[in-house]
């Protein structure tokens, strides 16, 4: 894939969505209690692009690593950070797992925000377009009242 294929939003954010789809689905299986995560990750999905123009880029993913205990947060921050190393702004040696899963490792996470801190107001326009190609697929995949 070239490096213009790599950074097209729209590409971008369909491979990045069959991942994260292909992660919620494990994670459905594997969990005791039935949750729709495909409807709490269309929510935040919904929320993002908003959010982040409101309040910044830093800001709102802190706000998605807060609250990252709960799935659609944390599959959203996933689907942030996996662009932004798509386009070269967060380093592709950085292994997001390590940072949201399980034993979160803080300290990686916010050196990583602090890196994101000088990047943020020419990242937010280039972000919108892949937010919101996210958001219709999600808004396609999930339905509010439930999976489709």
Known sequence: MSAEQLRDPVRAALDIFMT??????????????KTDFGRDLRARARDAPE???EVGLVPA????YSKSD?????LMLKAILLYLQRIQIVPSNINL????AGER??????????DLLKWSTVVVPILRP???EFKRLCEATWSERGSS
């Open 51 to 53: 959010l982040i123009e």
């Open 61 to 64: 993913l802190s706000f998605f």
């Open 97 to 100: 797992d390590a940072i949201l």
């Open 105 to 114: 490792n803080t300290d990686a996470m916010i050196d990583l925000l602090r």
């Open 70 to 74: 709960k799935i659609g947060y944390e």
């Open 20 to 33: 994260i789809r292909g992660e919620l689905e494990r994670r459905a299986k594997s969990e005791k209690e």
């Open 130 to 132: 892949f937010l919101v």
